[in-house]
């Protein structure tokens, strides 16, 4: 017994040091695709919802079986390590670790696929107690994890000021964003702000990107306020590049030509380097992308999949460095896929993606052998690019067993100021 006791002690030990660790997301296999988190608009959205609304997660599956697809729901800390205070039933109303039973096929289309929907809440989970941070996790019927996505909760009470300066750093001047915040509350009393109180900055709705654990600069009674030089400093970058193939068989905004083969071939204008060019204004979507279909009236099944071919005019790059396509279209994540390869004959990176119709935000970005992303290196950035910034404040009292999103801030750098 003592024996069994002293071989299972460590084994537990390691367990738990393990279930502490940070979570990242799962990237789905090359068959599920267009995962999207829809809010009051069809636009992809960064999925940050209040205590009491709807959650609606969408996904395509390419391989026409018509599979058994389960969720799972958990509640992460501010840092995204498991809340292990809480047990299941504290945070969910109901029961996860269901299937998801709303799906249809695809309509009248070359590329066969199955669109799932899953809306929160539904019959099973009749909604979210605890605000916080929170992760879907999409299994198949082996109980095989194909893909989790995280998504955030906000019950309210603090008021967030957010105001986007230049940078204060006159060395990037012209290149850099600043993000000054104000947050206060009629509601809650922070007590002890610089341990209960915690914020995470976003540019553009990427969280691989984002700015976490910056602490208050100067605390006023109830108010926090952060006027950094550095710590809330992004790079400006540049406006994304895009293009429409809502209407799939001729070229639109952006597109080349197409060619029709056993899918639609979409290719794009060759893009060129615009790190030394000149600033230009170019409205987008800050990354994100829209699924539409020009003679449809349900795009999530009637929309087709096309192969979209990116061309860059570039020299090579040393070998250490690869160039990918980078966008919310597949959430910022950087693999094989995504990944550009050299053509000396022509003197261009080219890569194929299979996307479905819509309008997308994309750019090409540097990642080096160490895996650090470049996003400047050959988009180039300059103060003048409208970005988006959102803060999303946690906290958690003094005895508090979980970490509570209280405000949530945005702002555009549409308003700059010294």
């Not at 959650?55 to 498991?82: A, M, R």
């Not at 504290?90 to 670790?97: A, H, R, V």
């Not at 009629?186 to 914020?199: A, D, E, S, Y």
């Not at 988006?388 to 702002?411: C, F, S």
């Given at each position: 017994?003592?024996f069994?006791?002293?071989?299972?002690?460590?084994?537990?030990?390691?367990?738990?040091?393990g279930?502490?660790?940070?979570?990242?997301?799962?990237?789905?296999?090359?068959?599920?695709?267009?995962?999207t988190?829809k809010?009051?608009?069809?636009?992809?959205?960064?999925?940050i919802?209040?205590l009491?609304d709807?959650?609606?997660?969408?996904?395509?599956?390419?391989?026409?079986?018509?599979?058994?697809?389960?969720?799972?729901?958990?509640?992460?800390?501010?840092?995204?390590t498991?809340?292990?205070?809480?047990?299941?039933?504290?945070?969910?109303?109901?029961?996860?670790?269901?299937?998801?039973?709303?799906?249809?096929?695809s309509?009248?289309?070359?590329q066969?696929?199955?669109?799932?929907?899953?809306?929160?809440?539904?019959n099973?989970?009749?909604?979210?107690?605890?605000?916080?941070?929170?992760?879907?996790?999409v299994?198949?019927e082996?109980?095989?994890?194909?893909f989790?996505?995280?998504?955030?909760?906000?019950?309210?009470?603090?008021?967030?000021?957010?105001?986007?300066?230049?940078?204060?750093?006159?060395?990037?001047?012209?290149?850099k964003?600043?993000?000054?915040?104000?947050?206060?509350s009629?509601?809650?009393?922070f007590?002890?702000p610089?341990?209960?109180i915690?914020t995470?900055?976003?540019q553009?709705?990427?969280?691989?990107?984002?700015?976490?654990?910056?602490k208050?600069m100067?605390?006023?009674?109830?108010e926090?306020?952060?006027?950094?030089?550095?710590?809330?400093?992004?790079?400006?970058g540049?406006?994304?590049l895009?293009?429409?193939n809502?209407?799939?068989?001729?070229?639109?905004?952006?597109?080349?030509?197409v060619?029709?083969?056993?899918?639609?071939n979409?290719?794009l204008?060759?893009?060129?380097?615009r790190?030394?060019?000149?600033y230009?204004?170019?409205?987008?979507?800050?990354?994100?992308f829209l699924?539409?279909?020009?003679?449809?009236?349900n795009?999530?099944?009637?929309?087709?999949?096309?192969w979209?071919?990116?061309?860059?005019?570039?020299?090579e790059?040393?070998p250490n460095k690869?160039?990918?396509?980078?966008?919310?279209?597949?959430?910022?994540?950087?693999?094989?896929?995504?990944k550009m390869t050299?053509?000396?004959?022509?003197?261009?990176y080219e890569?194929?993606?299979?996307?479905?119709?819509?309008?997308?935000?994309?750019?090409?970005?540097?990642?080096?052998?160490?895996?650090?992303?470049?996003?400047?290196?050959?988009?180039g950035?300059f103060?003048?690019?409208e970005?988006?910034?959102?803060?999303?404040?946690?906290?958690?009292?003094?005895?508090?067993?979980?970490?509570?999103?209280?405000?949530i801030?945005?702002?555009?750098?549409t308003?700059?100021?010294n």
């Amino acid at each position: 017994m003592t024996f069994k006791l002293h071989l299972f002690l460590p084994l537990f030990l390691c367990y738990c040091l393990g279930y502490a660790q940070i979570q990242h997301e799962t990237s789905p296999p090359d068959y599920i695709k267009t995962i999207t988190f829809k809010g009051d608009t069809n636009l992809s959205v960064l999925p940050i919802i209040n205590l009491g609304d709807v959650l609606q997660l969408e996904f395509d599956v390419l391989n026409g079986y018509e599979d058994d697809y389960y969720y799972s729901i958990e509640h992460f800390n501010y840092d995204w390590t498991p809340s292990t205070n809480l047990m299941r039933s504290e945070y969910i109303d109901g029961f996860d670790k269901q299937r998801i039973v709303d799906y249809d096929n695809s309509f009248n289309t070359y590329q066969i696929y199955s669109h799932y929907v899953l809306s929160i809440p539904n019959n099973q989970v009749r909604g979210l107690k605890l605000s916080g941070n929170y992760m879907i996790k999409v299994y198949n019927e082996d109980d095989t994890l194909m893909f989790s996505r995280k998504f955030m909760v906000n019950e309210g009470g603090a008021n967030v000021g957010v105001t986007i300066k230049l940078s204060r750093d006159v060395k990037y001047f012209n290149e850099k964003h600043t993000v000054d915040l104000t947050i206060n509350s009629g509601t809650i009393v922070f007590n002890n702000p610089l341990q209960t109180i915690k914020t995470t900055i976003i540019q553009n709705n990427n969280l691989n990107t984002a700015i976490d654990n910056i602490k208050p600069m100067y605390v006023m009674g109830n108010e926090l306020i952060y006027k950094y030089n550095t710590e809330t400093t992004f790079w400006a970058g540049n406006e994304f590049l895009y293009f429409d193939n809502k209407e799939i068989r001729g070229a639109n905004s952006g597109i080349d030509f197409v060619d029709l083969q056993d899918l639609y071939n979409t290719y794009l204008y060759t893009n060129v380097v615009r790190r030394d060019l000149p600033y230009t204004y170019n409205p987008d979507i800050n990354g994100n992308f829209l699924i539409n279909n020009l003679d449809s009236t349900n795009p999530n099944i009637e929309a087709d999949y096309a192969w979209i071919h990116f061309s860059l005019q570039a020299n090579e790059l040393t070998p250490n460095k690869n160039v990918h396509v980078y966008g919310n279209f597949n959430n910022y994540t950087l693999n094989n896929t995504t990944k550009m390869t050299y053509n000396p004959s022509k003197g261009i990176y080219e890569n194929k993606m299979l996307l479905k119709q819509g309008f997308y935000n994309y750019k090409f970005v540097t990642q080096d052998e160490a895996g650090q992303v470049n996003e400047g290196e050959i988009s180039g950035n300059f103060y003048q690019t409208e970005n988006n910034y959102k803060v999303i404040v946690y906290y958690r009292d003094l005895g508090g067993r979980y970490d509570k999103i209280i405000g949530i801030g945005e702002a555009s750098s549409t308003n700059l100021s010294n």
